[in-house]
């Protein structure tokens, strides 16, 4: 079941709230209007994402955040009279209208004017009229207001309604001729001829469609007053001022260049799409650098840990393990699974070769996804040091067992079908494993570390996939947790000169306060 206003109350704290917007009168409005009923039948589940959605006539209703931050740059008050162009699902007039006196609004489409008329009917929101029409043109026989907002993107603040503010009034505009990027601007009537003018940054809508904005094929009609449109330094600018320009990277120049980061104990590449076939060789060179010149001898990935241990014994010429399949097979198998990570490794084996197994660079996964790779390896491990410990741990797994090969559902059967929980078992099972080391390391250190880490992963794995059913940030963190903690236990085994260098998604290593992973997810 739906769970709507606990859903909407969430969405008002986290992705406006959280995000800027501090006016009570603001948030209180958008507790009280019930989103899910100004989106298309069948979208009510996604209403209160931070999302626009489609709606009639090729529309859109904007994305909660926006309205908000709108009607926000609108100053609207209570006892204000205001105008919106582009009533769409009527949802932002609903909001202005539990705030202010009267709103007036209008929309182009018929269709979707008579669909919000509805909708305030049956709500019963008196304080909102709404006309078919071109907004453009304004609503002189209401005029003047005390805000305007205009809810798609003109060439520029249409000249009807910079007549229509009052003194003192506010016009907040998208302008600007790129559908993917345009403007959001406010404009104050300041006197009897004269307006000021603020850009708020880079916003997307739909086009304003009429005399003083777009005509259907796209060209600007007339657009009023014009604008000055301030072209503040753009992303990419921002990032061509920062970049550095680097050789080929099978040029040995290449890998001089990262030099730089010899003295640091951990180095973090990151990417944003797992990467091309160029990305990954260049990844590659800069930890062969990294490894060859400055001493680093860790190599964790984003990938799971009893997948990653295989080619660990590979590159450190372990024997492998018996009785275990392939590694890599679940998705996604292209990101490991491919020639150019192949290269790497093989690289890897003939750098080891002539090393001491304490100097040799180990290939290790910080990820938690394969439970049952994990637990074959951890009984395989206790088979070989301690079969009686081995017998308890088969019993404890065994709880597991219904839902190894589609973790998924485990969380939702606890939860909701009352199966059995398995976090005391597998909590005991590593509890058991941690408390053995001193003798079970007697034997291997890097096999314990192994079998441990798999018990790790055990126990994190039953709770991520249990919380998980829930959604929301706690999963994640679960993860990013483990990640972490499993870097921190190879850097502890690796003792106090281990360097080790990362190979992990952007959303993993990156600063999520500044992002809003952070700021908005408390991811
Ligand atoms: N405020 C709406 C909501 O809360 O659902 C979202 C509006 S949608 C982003 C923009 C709307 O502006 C569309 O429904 C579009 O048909 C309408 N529109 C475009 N040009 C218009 C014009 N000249 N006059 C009135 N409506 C217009």
């Known amino acids: 079941m739906l769970d709507l206003p606990r859903a909407r109350d969430r969405m008002v704290n986290i992705h406006v709230g959280r995000r800027g917007i501090h006016d009570r009168e603001i948030l209180q409005a958008m507790r009280e209007v019930p989103?899910?009923?100004?989106?298309?039948?069948?979208?009510?589940?996604?209403?209160?994402?931070?999302?626009?959605?489609?709606?009639?006539?090729?529309?859109?209703?904007?994305?909660?955040?926006?309205?908000?931050?709108?009607?926000?740059?609108?100053?609207?008050?209570?006892?204000?009279?205001?105008?919106?162009?582009?009533?769409?699902?009527?949802?932002?007039?609903a909001v202005m209208s539990r705030i202010v006196e009267q709103v007036y609004t209008i929309e182009r489409h018929p269709g979707l004017a008579e669909a919000a008329k509805r909708r305030f009917e049956k709500l019963g929101y008196q304080n909102i009229e709404v006309r078919t029409g071109d907004g453009t043109k304004g609503w002189p026989q209401a005029a003047p207001f005390d805000a305007i907002v205009v809810t798609a993107s003109g060439p520029g603040a249409p000249l009807a309604l910079q007549e229509q503010l009052d003194v003192g009034s506010r016009l907040v505009i998208p302008v600007g001729d790129d559908p993917d990027l345009q403007r959001l601007l406010k404009v104050t009537r300041t006197g009897a001829a004269t307006y000021s003018e603020e850009d708020f940054g880079g916003v997307r809508f739909v086009p304003l469609i009429g005399e003083q904005g777009w005509s259907e094929n796209g060209t600007a009609t007339d657009v009023g007053r014009p604008l000055r449109h301030p072209h503040p330094i753009s992303l990419p600018?921002?990032?061509?001022?920062?970049?550095?320009?680097?050789?080929?990277?099978?040029?040995?120049?290449?890998?001089?260049?990262?030099?730089?980061?010899?003295?640091?104990?951990?180095?973090?590449?990151?990417?944003?799409?797992?990467?091309?076939?160029?990305?990954?060789?260049?990844?590659?060179?800069?930890?062969?650098?990294?490894?060859?010149?400055?001493?680093?001898?860790?190599?964790?990935?984003?990938?799971?840990?009893?997948?990653?241990?295989?080619?660990?014994?590979?590159?450190?010429?372990?024997?492998?393990?018996?009785?275990?399949?392939?590694?890599?097979?679940?998705?996604?198998?292209?990101?490991?699974?491919?020639?150019?990570?192949?290269?790497?490794?093989?690289?890897?084996?003939?750098?080891?070769?002539?090393?001491?197994p304490s100097a040799q660079a180990g290939f290790y996964g910080l990820d938690i996804y394969n439970m049952s790779g994990s637990?074959?390896?951890?009984?395989?491990?206790?088979?070989?040091?301690?079969?009686?410990?081995?017998k308890i741990a088969r019993e404890r797994y065994g709880c597991l067992t219904p839902w190894q090969h589609d973790p998924s559902t485990y969380g939702r059967a606890v939860l909701t079908a009352g199966y059995q929980k398995c976090e005391k078992a597998v909590l005991e099972q590593c509890r058991d494993l941690l408390a053995k080391q001193l003798e079970y390391a007697k034997r291997d250190g890097t096999d314990f570390l192994d079998a441990s880490q798999n018990a790790?992963?055990?126990?994190?794995?039953?709770?991520?996939?249990?919380?998980?059913?829930?959604?929301?940030?706690?999963?994640?963190?679960?993860?990013?947790?483990?990640?972490?903690?499993?870097?921190?236990?190879l850097l502890h085994a690796g003792g106090p000169n281990a360097k080790a260098v990362v190979w992990a998604h952007n959303s993993h290593i990156g600063d999520a306060r500044f992002t809003e992973m952070g700021v908005v997810r408390d991811e």
Do not use: C
């Open 375 to 390: 637990i074959g390896a951890v009984l395989d491990y206790l088979d070989r040091v301690d079969p009686q410990a081995a």
């Open 237 to 356: 600018d921002m990032i061509a001022a920062a970049a550095e320009p680097l050789p080929d990277f099978d040029d040995p120049a290449f890998g001089a260049l990262f030099d730089r980061f010899a003295d640091r104990r951990i180095v973090l590449l990151g990417e944003a799409s797992h990467g091309t076939s160029e990305f990954y060789r260049a990844r590659a060179a800069i930890t062969r650098r990294l490894i060859e010149r400055h001493g680093f001898t860790i190599v964790a990935v984003e990938a799971d840990w009893p997948d990653a241990a295989a080619i660990d014994r590979y590159v450190r010429h372990r024997r492998p393990r018996t009785g275990t399949g392939a590694p890599f097979l679940r998705f996604p198998t292209w990101m490991w699974r491919n020639t150019d990570v192949a290269a790497f490794t093989d690289w890897m084996r003939r750098h080891n070769e002539k090393l001491e």
């Open 456 to 489: 790790r992963l055990i126990a994190s794995a039953e709770h991520y996939y249990r919380i998980m059913y829930y959604g929301g940030a706690e999963s994640w963190n679960l993860r990013d947790t483990h990640m972490f903690e499993t870097l921190e236990h």
């Open 35 to 93: 989103r899910e009923a100004f989106v298309e039948p069948g979208f009510e589940e996604f209403a209160y994402e931070d999302t626009p959605l489609p709606i009639a006539d090729g529309q859109t209703i904007s994305q909660p955040y926006i309205v908000a931050f709108m009607i926000e740059m609108a100053d609207v008050k209570p006892g204000d009279h205001v105008l919106e162009i582009g009533t769409g699902s009527g949802y932002a007039a």
